[in-house]
């Protein structure tokens, strides 16, 4: 069993940055793939970025360049440093892992955080 815990949200205007974290507890971290995913009021939760357990990274093309995702495999945490933040990334953002499985789709994760709030204003 893998338990995944997010911090880091909060609100911030628009052009601001945030750094979300998540600490994984459980089975070996440095095995698994990882994401992020958001999900705005209203629309299905959406692949933000990802990073396998090799370290290759994939982010969406409306978050490219403007964020990064990065792991830390000694402290058990994945982070997503998201910088130039508009109104349109508000959402709840959630922290993804399996240990098999690595891709868009929420439905190839088998361990999420409870996620945590962004909101960005104008």
């Known amino acids: 069993q893998v338990r995944l815990v997010e911090s880091g949200g909060g609100s911030v205007q628009a052009g601001g940055s945030l750094r979300l974290s998540c600490a994984a507890s459980?089975?070996?971290?440095?095995?698994?793939?990882l994401a992020w995913f958001h999900q705005a009021p209203g629309k299905e939760r959406e692949f933000a970025a990802g990073?396998?357990?090799?370290?290759?990274?994939y982010y969406a093309d409306s978050v490219k360049g403007r964020f990064t995702i990065s792991r830390d495999n000694a402290k058990n945490t994945v982070s997503l440093q998201m910088n130039s933040l508009s109104p349109e990334d508000t959402a709840v953002y959630y922290c993804?892992?399996?240990?098999?499985?690595?891709?868009?789709?929420?439905?190839?994760?088998?361990?999420w955080g409870q996620g945590t709030q962004v909101t960005v204003s104008s």
């Open positions: 459980g089975r070996t971290f440095r095995n698994f793939n």
């Open positions: 990073i396998s357990s090799g370290g290759t990274t």
């Open positions: 993804a892992a399996d240990p098999t499985r690595f891709g868009l789709s929420d439905s190839l994760y088998g361990y």
